[in-house]
Nanobody, 122 residues
Framework: QVQLVESGGGSVEAGGSLRLSCVAS????????WGWFRQAPGKGREEVAR????????YYYNSMKGRFTISQDNAKNTLDLQMDSLKPEDSAMYYC???????????????RGQGTQVTVSS
């Protein structure tokens, strides 16, 4: 099994920044891609960004391009999401997730963490 544990969420004012982190453990060879998706109350899952474990490909959802940066440290099995210029509409529960295939939207995860809450006030 794969365990994913997120940290770094919190509350921030609009225009501020937060950095989310995810630590993976267990059978980490079972996935080739990992990333972040979010879900706000009453709304569906929305992919944020994903990256291949080789680092050769990354994907950002349109509204996050230029504001969010995904990165990983394979030696530490960590995945980070730097979020800048945050907007109130970015408020949601953010989940770290993983999938064996990188061409798949990360909202169709096979493995998922418990999530970390991000709240952006106006």
């Amino acid at each position: 099994q794969v365990q994913l544990v997120e940290s770094g969420g919190g509350s921030v004012e609009a225009g501020g920044s937060l950095r989310l982190s995810c630590v993976a453990s267990g059978a980490t060879w079972r996935y080739a891609c990992w990333g972040w998706f979010r879900q706000a109350p009453g709304k569906g899952r929305e992919e944020v960004a994903r990256i291949s474990t080789t680092g050769t490909s990354t994907y950002y959802y349109n509204s996050m391009k230029g504001r969010f940066t995904i990165s990983q440290d394979n030696a530490k099995n960590t995945l980070d999401l730097q979020m800048d210029s945050l907007k109130p509409e970015d408020s949601a529960m953010y989940y770290c997730a993983a999938h064996p295939v990188c061409s798949v939207d990360i909202t169709r995860y096979i493995y998922r963490g418990q999530g970390t809450q991000v709240t952006v006030s106006s």
